[in-house]
């Protein structure tokens, strides 16, 4: 079992940053993919940005070119810099881990962590 601990959400108003944290413990392996989704009020979870043990990252399209993922594989942590917010942008925004298990990837999910862009 993998344990994720999301940090860094919080109030912000509209053009500002945010930085969010997900720290990885527990049964760690060393293929994976990381990543960020949000769940807006009313709305299905989406995916925001994944990162893999060899740097590979995707964004969602409206997020390209704002937010960037990256990570300390030394410390299991993938960050999640936000810039120029916009209302938006609001959500829950979970933290995921797939890691490869010989031949299964297992998947987890952090608790979330809100995100309000607000005046």
């Known amino acids: 079992q993998v344990q994720l601990v999301e940090s860094g959400g919080g109030l912000v108003q509209p053009g500002g940053s945010l930085k969010l944290s997900c720290a990885a413990s527990g049964n760690i392996f060393s293929i994976y993919k990381m990543g960020w989704y949000r769940q807006a009020p009313g709305k299905q979870r989406e995916l925001v940005a994944t990162i893999t043990n060899t740097g590979t990252t995707t964004y969602a399209d409206d997020v390209r070119g704002r937010f960037t993922i990256s990570r300390d594989n030394a410390k299991n942590t993938v960050y999640l810099q936000m810039n120029s917010l916009k209302p938006e942008d609001t959500a829950v925004y979970y933290c995921?881990?797939?890691?490869?298990?010989?031949?299964?990837?297992?998947?987890?999910w952090g608790q979330g962590t809100h995100v309000t862009v607000s005046t």
């Open positions: 995921n881990r797939q890691q490869l298990y010989f031949t299964t990837w297992i998947d987890n």
